[in-house]
Every structure is written in structure tokens, then in C-alpha cells.
């Protein structure tokens, strides 16, 4: 699975703007790429990963143009007057960072390179068209200066599917790591914390709430092992609060570090595990219809997984802020000892 650290990653969008989205010729249609990327820069939002929007373009008189000699002229030098527009399904914010080049790659006289290293990137996602043009030579530089690269594969397109499959097949995978849009949004940016938000008292005594938790993290450790599986309201509550890619964790032990059997553990989580898949099925109408969100565990050292939870899989490093850590009990330090599972709801 695709790990990355909402942290030290950035969404690079290359050229989807008007005047260069009729190039895209194969295989992706330019709304599907531009849908797509959209739909990526929303979840690095989400996450506070830096989302920036790359165009090309010259002035009237192109006199930034590079002007070599070559067998391959380009076109026309004049540009259309929605050149530089972009699309209004991009949905760009004005918290993007613009970048504007003059030739193929991104890097080569802008302060694209200032940009991410002044914020810690080290990992870009890439996207964009044309696939072996601006997204090729923007991803060749930047594995050159040392950034770890995810292509989007299906959110870039080129003039040709045979162009774009080029890139595909013999270049990216050289340099970086090709993925879809959907692993990406799926796999990226597991972010742990150890908050304290469940009671109301706890929030106006100063502690976070759980939407503010949710700006900072997209997943959450929930305390079931010895206290009640939180009833459908409260999962509501929860679902309300936090963004579509958020994960709740949950504890299903068969026993506890004093080995009393928890007799009721397996029907608890027989009743529980069905319901938390059907709720946002059931509940079209509040709006959580399309939330397609992962479930998962996190068993202690001293429990074992009950029958239910046998198909849960490895995954995620945990990353901990110490202000969301809890007092008084264990710290993050213990969490070492933990497992941390998954399973797709």
C-alpha cells in the first residue's frame, strides 16, 4: 500500500489550464484528467500537503520563448485569449501556490524548488498533460535535485495514448512510482495521533475537538477496550465531524492484560462492525452516501484479534503530536508495543 506523509508531500499540477487542455489527445480525456486532479488537490488540502498549480506561457511578444533551431517548429506564437484560464472544475483555491514557466519543466527559472524545499518537501505527487512533455520533464528534474515522485497515472494525458504510454512504461518507473488516482487518494497520508475529544466536558476544559484533530490527522485510535462500542448517534456525530478520508480505529481484544475473558467482545463486534459498514449506505440523506472510509484496530500487546477481525492486514507508521497525547496515561512512547491493522469498510 502507498504511504506517504501528508507532512513532507505536495501535489505538483502541470499545464491544466485552458489553452493547453485541447492537446490532450489519449488516453485520458482532458476533463477526466482535470476531475481527477482536482479530486487529488481537494485531499492534500484536506491533509495541509501543499497543492500547486504549474502553467506555461509567454508574453505577446513570446520574447521568454526559447528560440534554438530545431526540425520540429512549434505552432502559431499567438496565444488564445483564455490561454492562462483555469478550468473551473480544477476548483484552484487561493491558498495554491501559482507557478509560472516558460518551457517544458517546472524547475528551470522559477522558485518551484524554493518552494518545496522551504516547506520540507521531499515527495511529489505529479499530474498533469502533457504526459511526456511539461509532466515528463518536470519529473526527470526533479528526481535529478533528489524528490521522491508518485505519478498519477490517470490523471495525466499526452497527445497520443502512445505518447502518454511511453512515459508510462519506460521513463516513471525509472524515476518514481506510478500509481493511480484512486491508491493515492486510498493509500496516502496515514497520519496517527492520540487525541483526547470523545466527552463534551474534555473540549471545554481546553481539550481539541474532534474536527480541529481532523485537520491535523486522518486517523484515530478509539478506546473500546474497556469501555462501550460508541452507539449509532455518536458514529453519526463523528462522521459529521470529520472529512471523507478520515479513518477510525478500534479495539477488538479477546482478552485484556489481566486475562479476564471479555465474554461479550465477539457479539459486540459481530453487531458493531456490520453496522459502522452499512451507516453511511443507510444515511443518503445526511449527506455521507459517497464516504467510503476505512475501519481499523489496533490490538494492545497483551490482546488478540476476536474471529471477526481475522481479515485485517498490516499497515501505517504512527506519527505522534504531543499536544493530542494523553496525560496521565500511557504515552507515546508505549505505543511501540502496539499493533496496527486495517480493514476496508
Known amino acids: 500500500m502507498l504511504e506517504l506523509n501528508a507532512k513532507n508531500t505536495a501535489l505538483v499540477v502541470i499545464d491544466l489550464q485552458e489553452g493547453i487542455l485541447p492537446f490532450a489527445g489519449g488516453p485520458h480525456r482532458a476533463d477526466e484528467v482535470v476531475a481527477r486532479a482536482a479530486r487529488l488537490a481537494d485531499k492534500c488540502r484536506q491533509q495541509g500537503s501543499p497543492v500547486i498549480m504549474v502553467r506555461v506561457g509567454w508574453s505577446a511578444d513570446f520574447a521568454e520563448a526559447l528560440k534554438q533551431p530545431v526540425d520540429a517548429q512549434a505552432g502559431a506564437h499567438t496565444l488564445p485569449e483564455n490561454w492562462w484560464t483555469y478550468p473551473a472544475t480544477l476548483g484552484k483555491q487561493e491558498s495554491d501556490i501559482e507557478v509560472t514557466k516558460r518551457q517544458w519543466g517546472a524547475f528551470y527559472g522559477t522558485d518551484l524548488e524554493l518552494q518545496l524545499r522551504r516547506r520540507g518537501i521531499d515527495t511529489i505527487i505529479l499530474c498533469g498533460i502533457s504526459t511526456n512533455i511539461g509532466v515528463e520533464s518536470t519529473a526527470r528534474n526533479a528526481w535529478e535535485l533528489g524528490f521522491n515522485l508518485v505519478i498519477a497515472e490517470d490523471a495525466c494525458s499526452a497527445a497520443s495514448a502512445e505518447q502518454h504510454q511511453g512515459s508510462m512504461t519506460h521513463i516513471f518507473p525509472r524515476i518514481g512510482r506510478v500509481r493511480s488516482t484512486e491508491e493515492i487518494l486510498h493509500g496516502a497520508m496515514i497520519y496517527i495521533g492520540l487525541p483526547q475529544w470523545s466527552h463534551p466536558k474534555w473540549v471545554r476544559l481546553g481539550i481539541t475537538s474532534l474536527e480541529e484533530y481532523a485537520r491535523h490527522f486522518n486517523c484515530v ?13 455518536i458514529v453519526a456525530r463523528w462522521y459529521e465531524q470529520t472529512h471523507d478520508d478520515f479513518r477510525f480505529c478500534f479495539k477488538f481484544p479477546a482478552t485484556i492484560s489481566h ?8 457479539e459486540l463486534s459481530s453487531e458493531f462492525l456490520p453496522a459502522w459498514r452499512r451507516w453511511p449506505r443507510a444515511s443518503a440523506s445526511t449527506g455521507c452516501s459517497c464516504r467510503r472510509r476505512s475501519v481499523l484496530a489496533i490490538s494492545p500487546r497483551y490482546g488478540i484479534f476476536s474471529t471477526d477481525c481475522r481479515r485485517i492486514s498490516p499497515t501505517a507508521s504512527k506519527f505522534v503530536i504531543p499536544s493530542f497525547s494523553p496525560k496521565g496515561k500511557r504515552n507515546s512512547s508505549s505505543t511501540a508495543g502496539c499493533t496496527s491493522v486495517t480493514s476496508t469498510a
Not at 485510535?221 to 448517534?233: M, R
Open 221 to 233: 485510535e478509539g478506546n473500546t477496550t474497556l469501555y462501550a462500542l460508541p452507539k449509532p448517534e
Open 259 to 266: 486475562q479476564a475473558a471479555l465474554r461479550h467482545c465477539d
